[in-house]
């Protein structure tokens, strides 16, 4: 089984997320916030990071330039996901060191099909 790390500021979409990756085979482990976030992975590994890019307390990049400048593992897999289509992803992601861009209405199986290639 495959550890990944979902954050998101929204409460049910952690939820959802939770139900949808766990049979999945990964043990998922929820943070509200990228600062949560940034928490958990100085407590915890993972294999796998599925990160909103929108949220109040700091967007995505917060935590990809954590892991990349501070983590214990620079080369770890992260999925930014969000409400943009990853055609319209706002500037400031070019350049983004990051796996994959998936939107939040792509479909269960882009997603389970992104996380497992990541993962394998």
Same mark, same amino acid.
């Given at each position: 089984m495959k550890r990944i790390?979902?954050?998101?500021?929204?409460?049910r979409l952690l939820d959802t997320l939770e139900k949808? !990756?766990?049979?999945?085979?990964?043990? +998922?482990?929820?943070a509200g916030s990228a600062f949560e976030g940034i928490q958990k992975l100085e407590q915890q590994k993972f294999d796998i990071v599925l990160c909103d890019w929108l949220m109040p307390n700091g967007n995505g990049s917060v935590v +990809? *330039?954590?892991?990349?400048?501070? /983590?214990?593992?620079?080369?770890?897999?992260? +999925?930014?996901?969000?409400?943009?289509?990853?055609?319209?992803?706002?500037?400031?992601?070019?350049? !983004?060191?990051?796996?994959?861009? !998936? /939107?939040k209405f792509d479909s269960?199986?882009?997603?389970? *099909?992104?996380?497992?290639? !990541?993962t394998r």
């Open positions: 790390l979902v954050i998101d500021d929204e409460p949808l !990756l766990t049979p999945e085979n990964f043990i +998922v482990t929820t +990809v *330039n954590y892991i990349h400048e501070e /983590s214990d593992n620079p080369w770890m897999p992260i +999925v930014i996901y969000s409400c943009y289509e990853p055609y319209f992803f706002p500037k400031e992601t070019q350049g !983004l060191k990051v796996d994959a861009f !998936l /939107s269960v199986d882009v997603l389970y *099909n992104t996380l497992h290639s !990541l």
